[in-house]
């Protein structure tokens, strides 16, 4: 596929980021309506909607709106104006720049809209918490926050007033790789969040939202952004919140995809601590008391890990190191086993491994066993 970077798409990404764009129509609909093309978007982008949308595989609701769309391209083209327009870029889920980490959720978007540079792979925790948390607490977050991503580790929230954009500032303040998945579309930020947004950039943050261009944040696109929070980590971590906070959404999707779930317990006596609480007590949660045991959900030791400041080593690794990167995976494989499944000789493997090994990307297992990191 064209690298949508670029603004060069392909029909398939044309229909993809198309499609995308009608109201009501989430990541099964897209399934089904590559199903009804043979496995493929692209005929449906060149091919006028009104010849194929009475039989598509849609809601009645989609069915009109889908109507009133002449053809996809023409659609596409006047998304990615609006993107050029806000400085946004659209992540296919096949390229580098979307969540690696998320490609496995069952209902991922196919595409990502955003805003900053997404730093080499790493692994990452969600820290998530209450708008207004306990009095003096957020310079505890702030500073948990700091402590993990001086280990190497990205911190990933939703860019909320208190605990997760204290988690964020904690994250730049170790120059370490933040993301922020957001409730609303990236050019319509509200108003504290449009003035965060420059700080992110300028210090390595990213900005990511599955709404097109133009939507606007509302009590549906909240709770369906915080599966994205979770699905982008390797854990979740509950920092604060409260028995009603909008956090333990993003705990319970994250325990439907199998990322491990921490809280930090608090003073049963404080309001804001009740859910966190609650998730230790109902055992949907490990309890979390230092920033070892964030390292530990993840599956870390912070020496492994490429460390904040270094975000540019993905971008120098050689084109073997790139391949034999793609091989791995977080289960430990042998040499033979990395051999198999890649194109290179095995002194270029050899050289390969050792190049990720010292960008921290890459960690050797006694035995000659290799795990992605």
């Given amino acids: 596929m064209a690298d949508a970077e670029t603004d060069s798409l392909t029909a398939e990404q044309q229909a993809c980021l198309a499609l995308w764009a009608v109201p009501g129509l989430g990541p099964r609909t897209l399934v089904a309506l590559r199903a009804f093309a043979d496995g493929r978007l692209a005929p449906l982008a060149s091919t006028p909607v009104r010849d194929w949308v009475s039989d598509a595989p849609v809601s009645p609701q989609v069915r009109q709106k889908l109507a009133a769309v002449a053809g996809l391209?023409?659609?596409?083209?006047?998304?990615?104006?609006q993107c050029r327009r806000s400085?946004?870029?659209?992540?296919?889920?096949?390229?580098?720049a979307y969540p690696e980490r998320l490609r496995d959720v069952e209902d991922a978007p196919p595409l990502l809209f955003f805003r900053g540079?997404?730093?080499?792979?790493?692994?990452?925790?969600?820290?998530?918490?209450?708008?207004?948390?306990?009095?003096?607490?957020?310079?505890?977050?702030?500073?948990?926050?700091?402590q993990v991503a001086e280990g190497g580790v990205g911190v990933v929230s939703g860019a909320a007033a208190g605990v997760d954009r204290a988690c964020h500032w904690g994250a730049l303040d170790a120059r370490g790789e933040t993301w922020a998945f957001l409730g609303s579309a990236l050019d319509?930020?509200?108003?504290?969040?449009?003035?965060?947004?420059?700080h992110f950039l300028e210090r390595g943050g990213v900005f990511f939202s599955e709404l097109p261009p133009g939507v606007?944040?509302?009590?549906?696109?909240?709770?369906r952004r915080n599966r994205l929070i979770s699905g982008a980590s390797d854990a979740v971590l509950v920092v604060r919140a409260g028995a009603e906070s909008g956090s333990l959404y993003t705990a319970r999707a994250g325990r439907a995809q199998g990322r491990p779930v921490l809280a930090m317990p608090g003073d049963v006596r404080q309001e804001g601590a009740a859910g966190c609480n609650a998730l230790l007590r109902e055992g949907h949660a490990s309890a979390c008391l230092d920033v070892k045991d964030v390292w530990r959900a993840v599956g870390v030791d912070p020496g492994w890990m490429v460390a904040p400041g270094r975000e540019d080593s993905w971008a120098r690794l050689s084109a073997e190191a790139r391949g034999a990167y793609a091989v791995l995976d977080r289960i430990p494989r042998t040499f033979d086993e990395v051999l198999t499944g890649s194109t290179l000789t095995p002194a270029a493997l050899v050289s390969a491994l050792v190049e990720l090994e010292m960008t921290g990307l890459v960690l050797q297992h006694p035995g000659r066993l290799y795990e992605k990191l």
Avoid: K
């Fill in 73 to 81: 391209p023409a659609l596409a083209e006047r998304l990615l104006e």
């Fill in 87 to 96: 400085g946004t870029r659209v992540a296919f889920a096949d390229e580098r």
């Fill in 117 to 146: 540079q997404p730093g080499p792979p790493r692994r990452r925790v969600a820290m998530v918490g209450s708008r207004r948390p306990d009095q003096g607490f957020l310079p505890f977050a702030r500073s948990l926050a700091r």
């Fill in 188 to 198: 319509a930020l509200d108003p504290a969040q449009a003035r965060l947004l420059p």
């Fill in 216 to 223: 606007r944040a509302s009590t549906t696109t909240f709770p």
